[in-house]
């Protein structure tokens, strides 16, 4: 692999810390037309009072078979205030069939129990991620607006900071903070990302509990036959923002980024998640390694300081644990999520890059390198059957406005041997989001299929479904949706083919 750098590392070091994101600011009250960002208008909804017919340009091929849900932060006002974070906003959720070449929409806010009483109050009672209410006690909203995954023949809809909401996939009805049937704790977060292993046809998942123990709990979702397993529960030393995990054949692998939640916060309710995050003291990044299938504790390690959000895969190789993840050098990130559309930003934000990591299981020994000209990534994705073996490709989204790092205008095709990428870009008036990789059929050919990409047009404000051949990254077809639906984070495919 072509490296830019490549060091053995020493751990124990810390980076200087700081404390993250300014809290208090006054609220405004504004109207969204005081928004010029792209990035802005791709993540906020639409009234859809002018819902044009769905166009489509090229060929939707035949293979392409299935419901892609995406699901989405979906409003940065509310009842005309503004919300401040990146992450803020009711969870919205787009539902794209696609059939015999045809496409069919359905979109619209999730009416879980706290989005109805704020609606039938007219009124904001709870706090966003990153905006809190007004109070001594400021009730979170825990919008299961990050993710949504495809569970017992519905949807599950994730937090990231609560259990998940149970959504009917032709209703969108709601059960709220679904604890399958008691099984999980209710006062628990639920990881975003689950890893489902197609090995033994479970969910992998994570989750902490909301007490001072900070205690992460590991478990196993079963979805044939709603079964919870809980494998094992770790005492941790912060509680901290851990988004992402990976599996590989043998183990459940753990990066702890050094970056942590008030625990009394998060037990008592004091101010909002964002308000609450701060660089964690006398920590560095660490990686908790466990056997798949006990749970059971296997080592731990020192890593170099980083942070990470996503991780791309990870597999074993003789002795090591190898993987590779999107980071970020420091917790800049976080002061721009926090003010991502105010027009008084930082100068500068933290730039995310592809990280390789080896880890020698018996020498402790700990290796790391760059990809080349990968910065500004985020969202990777890949063919999902190939989760926790060494695989050729994945797939991430890039910025290349130094003033949007948020307006994503590239799909990015990386080959994890060789180190070398093939682009499809966006226009200059276009943003993208994550892109998921489809398998145009049964082959064994990794990049055999197609990358589905939510788009959005600033010159049509419209919003588009890319599709992208993925063995030369060219343009297959685009579906204009005659309407604007928020962007979001992350989705799924339920494939019919
Ligand atoms: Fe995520």
């Known amino acids: 692999m072509k490296t830019t750098r490549r060091q053995f590392i020493q751990v124990g070091a810390l980076s200087s810390l700081s404390l993250l994101s300014s809290q208090g600011q006054a609220r405004r ?48 006002l509310k009842f005309g205030e503004e919300l401040d974070h990146f992450f803020d906003g009711d969870a919205y959720l787009t539902k794209i069939k696609i059939a015999e070449s045809q496409v069919e929409i359905q979109s619209s806010f999730l009416e879980t129990e706290k989005f109805l009483r704020e609606q039938s109050s007219q009124k904001r009672i709870y706090s966003d991620f990153g905006t809190s209410v007004p109070g001594l006690y400021r009730p979170k909203k825990d919008a299961p607006s990050i993710n949504v995954i495809p569970y017992d023949n519905k949807l599950l809809a994730l937090s990231d900071t609560s259990l998940p909401s149970l959504i009917d996939p032709q209703t969108f009805e709601v059960e709220d903070l679904y604890d399958f049937s008691g099984a999980l704790p209710s006062d628990m977060t639920f990881s975003a990302h689950p ?29 044939q036959n709603n079964d919870v397993q809980i494998l ?21 692998v753990l990066i702890v980024p050094p970056i942590e939640f008030s625990i009394w916060n998060m037990v008592f309710n004091q101010k ?21 299938q006990t749970g059971a504790f296997v080592s731990e390690f020192k890593m170099p300081h980083f942070f990470s959000f996503h991780h791309v895969n990870a597999y074993e190789e003789n002795s090591k644990i190898c993987f590779d993840s999107i980071v970020a ?24 890059m592809l990280r390789h990591f080896e ?22 994705s890949m063919k999902l059957d190939a989760i926790g073996t060494k695989m050729n490709y994945c797939y991430l989204i890039q910025s290349s406005r130094p003033d949007e790092p948020l307006a994503f205008n590239k799909l990015v095709k990386t080959d994890l041997r060789s180190s070398k990428s ?45 599709i992208v051949e993925a063995q030369r990254m060219v343009h297959q077809a685009r579906v204009w949706l005659g309407r604007r639906v928020p962007l979001g984070f992350h989705g799924c495919f339920i494939n019919r083919n």
């Open 29 to 76: 009250r504004i109207d969204s037309s005081d928004y010029s960002l792209i990035s802005y208008k791709a993540h906020h909804f639409s009234e859809q009072k002018n819902i044009k017919p769905v166009q489509t340009e090229g060929v939707i091929p035949q293979e392409i078979k299935g419901e892609l849900f995406r699901i989405a932060p979906g409003n940065k």
């Open 195 to 223: 890893k489902y292993d197609f090995a033994t046809k479970k969910y992998y998942a994570m989750g902490l509990k909301k007490s001072l123990a900070k205690t992460l709990v590991l478990f196993t979702l079963d979805d």
């Open 232 to 252: 094992n529960e770790i005492s941790l030393d912060i509680f901290p923002l851990i988004h992402d995990f990976m599996l590989t054949k043998n183990y459940i």
């Open 272 to 292: 909002s998640y964002g308000d609450s995050i701060r660089e964690a003291t006398d920590f560095t990044t660490q990686m908790i390694v466990c056997d798949k």
């Open 329 to 352: 050098e420091d917790s800049r990130i976080f002061d721009y999520l926090n003010v991502w559309n105010k027009k008084s930003r930082p100068k500068s934000t933290t730039q995310t």
């Open 359 to 380: 880890v020698d299981l018996e020498s402790s020994e700990v290796e790391f390198d760059n990809y080349d000209g990968l910065t500004n990534i985020e969202f990777p």
């Open 422 to 466: 093939k682009l499809f870009e966006f226009e200059e008036h276009q943003v993208c989001g994550e892109a998921l990789f489809v398998p145009r059929g049964p082959s064994v050919i990794e990049d055999d299929g197609y990358l589905l990409s939510l788009g959005y047009d600033r010159h049509r404000d419209e919003s588009f479904l890319q």
